[in-house]
């Protein structure tokens, strides 16, 4: 069998059509830009020895298939990231690409509670529309749109290998193993174990995405658009890490699992969006990252707080909601997370890559156990930040 017959067969065991084909979907043309993106992606990042495909499914998952050794991304996971971004766009985030008159913000009532899975369903789909979406004609904000979905889907990748860069599959005797990464609906069946995977995988991504979106925020510095973006987004790799860590954020939140945070954080498989960003960043006190020195850590960690809510608050028309930093100090959070940080070593690669077993080279993503004083030190600090 084909490498992609095994994937059809794999997928079907999940309930699974098999691999999308992207030429059926012929008025979203960001599917094949994501397909080609995907698989550019997981072979300059393994050098070749990992695969990658969309696959033909509603549901709002990505998965790693060891066996078959293959990213996958859900059709559904693709439509939610571009309907993130889409929103964003349309709303008026970033008003200074393409010159965007202020806009009035009105609190829309039934975006006061319901939760993000519910949200999620209600943004409207996107397409190459430009009737539904004018702003397609503006250089400036597809520009925008473009980096934002990039961004998320190239972190949902990267979290994928993440996973076989830690060589979470080989625990498995299983002889389909499948790392199935479901969000946006109910969250059981987790444990610290599960929640110590997560995390490598969520810090190993972050750290690959920093840099992969440093350079190509660099390649495109001499198109107007490239130039554009790179003012509004990388003045420095701070502000890098800025953009990306509220982005990522807005990932986090808006694929939640329902009702995490009354839950039983035992129970946990993902932890709660603002766990999750608190927990990646930490790991730039630790070890900081590109040319950001550690201590600007604290710094990010509040400004993107602080950015991504507004643009929560621009994308939803609903009223902030900054005082999840505080509840990181929560007792049973700073308890969940020590049992993480004890877990993270079981979890994490050493000695580089799983998927290259002749690999000796350590870089300092590898040692994704950010400091037990990190989290604490990331929530302490409330609302005060200095632009």
């Given at each position: 069998?084909?490498?992609?017959?095994?994937?059809?067969?794999?997928?079907?065991?999940?309930?699974?059509?098999?691999?999308?084909?992207?030429?059926?979907?012929?008025?979203?043309?960001?599917?094949?830009?994501?397909?080609?993106?995907?698989?550019?992606?997981?072979?300059?990042?393994?050098?070749?020895?990992?695969?990658?495909?969309?696959?033909d499914?509603?549901?709002?998952?990505?998965?790693?298939?060891?066996?078959?050794?293959?990213?996958?991304?859900c059709r559904?996971?693709?439509?939610?990231?571009?309907?993130?971004?889409?929103e964003?766009?349309?709303?008026?985030?970033?008003?200074?690409?393409?010159?965007?008159?202020?806009?009035?913000?009105?609190?829309?009532?039934?975006?006061?509670?319901?939760?993000?899975?519910?949200?999620?369903?209600?943004?409207?789909?996107?397409t190459c529309?430009?009737?539904r979406?004018?702003?397609?004609?503006?250089?400036?904000?597809?520009?925008?749109?473009?980096?934002?979905?990039?961004?998320?889907?190239?972190?949902?990748?990267?979290?994928?290998?993440?996973?076989?860069?830690?060589?979470?599959?080989?625990?498995?005797?299983?002889?389909?193993?499948?790392?199935?990464?479901?969000?946006?609906?109910?969250?059981?069946?987790g444990?610290?174990?599960?929640?110590?995977?997560?995390?490598?995988?969520?810090?190993?991504?972050?750290?690959?995405?920093?840099?992969?979106?440093?350079?190509?925020?660099?390649?495109?510095?001499?198109?107007?658009?490239?130039?554009?973006?790179?003012?509004?987004?990388?003045?420095?790799d701070?502000?890098?890490?800025?953009?990306?860590?509220?982005?990522?954020?807005?990932?986090?939140?808006?694929?939640?699992?329902?009702?995490?945070?009354?839950?039983?954080?035992?129970?946990?498989?993902?932890?709660?969006?603002?766990?999750?960003?608190?927990?990646?960043?930490?790991?730039?006190?630790?070890?900081?990252?590109?040319?950001?020195?550690?201590?600007?850590?604290?710094?990010?960690?509040?400004?993107?707080?602080?950015?991504?809510?507004?643009?929560?608050?621009?994308?939803?028309?609903?009223?902030?909601?900054?005082?999840?930093?505080?509840?990181?100090?929560?007792?049973?959070?700073?308890?969940?997370?020590?049992?993480?940080?004890?877990?993270?070593?079981?979890?994490?690669?050493?000695?580089?890559?799983?998927?290259?077993?002749?690999?000796?080279?350590?870089?300092?993503?590898?040692?994704?156990?950010?400091?037990?004083?990190?989290a604490?030190?990331?929530?302490?600090?409330?609302?005060?930040?200095?632009?």
């Open positions: 069998m084909s490498r992609e017959e095994d994937v059809t067969f794999t997928l079907q065991l999940q309930n699974i059509r098999g691999i999308l084909d992207v030429h059926t979907i012929p008025d979203n043309q960001f599917f094949a830009l994501y397909e080609y993106d995907g698989r550019q992606l997981c072979n300059l990042v393994t050098e070749g020895k990992i695969f990658f495909n969309l696959a499914s509603p549901k709002i998952n990505a998965l790693a298939l060891y066996r078959e050794k293959t990213v996958i991304v559904g996971m693709l439509e939610a990231i571009l309907k993130i971004a889409a964003l766009v349309t709303r008026g985030a970033y008003p200074r690409l393409g010159n965007l008159a202020d806009r009035e913000w009105i609190v829309n009532p039934d975006q006061l509670f319901p939760s993000a899975h519910e949200t999620l369903k209600s943004l409207t789909p996107f529309d430009k009737s979406f004018p702003w397609l004609e503006s250089e400036d904000r597809l520009a925008l749109f473009t980096i934002i979905s990039s961004t998320m889907f190239r972190f949902v990748v990267l979290h994928e290998l993440g996973h076989f860069f830690h060589g979470h599959g080989q625990r498995s005797s299983e002889d389909h193993f499948v790392e199935f990464d479901g969000v946006a609906g109910p969250d059981s069946g444990n610290v174990d599960a929640q110590a995977r997560e995390t490598s995988a969520d810090a190993y991504a972050f750290g690959i995405l920093l840099q992969l979106q440093r350079d190509h925020l660099k390649s495109q510095k001499h198109e107007s658009f490239g130039r554009r973006l790179a003012n509004e987004f990388h003045k420095s701070e502000d890098l890490a800025v953009f990306l860590s509220s982005i990522v954020f807005i990932y986090f939140h808006m694929t939640e699992s329902s009702g995490i945070r009354q839950s039983d954080p035992n129970s946990w498989r993902h932890p709660p969006a603002a766990f999750r960003l608190t927990t990646v960043l930490a790991g730039l006190l630790e070890h900081g990252a590109l040319a950001v020195p550690a201590e600007a850590g604290p710094r990010i960690l509040q400004t993107a707080v602080l950015r991504s809510e507004a643009l929560l608050t621009t994308m939803l028309d609903r009223l902030h909601a900054i005082e999840w930093l505080g509840s990181m100090n929560d007792p049973k959070f700073l308890a969940q997370y020590s049992a993480i940080y004890e877990a993270l070593p079981r979890w994490s690669s050493s000695a580089g890559p799983r998927w290259n077993e002749d690999s000796t080279e350590h870089d300092r993503w590898t040692d994704v156990r950010p400091p037990q004083r990190t604490a030190r990331t929530g302490q600090r409330k609302s005060h930040v200095s632009e």
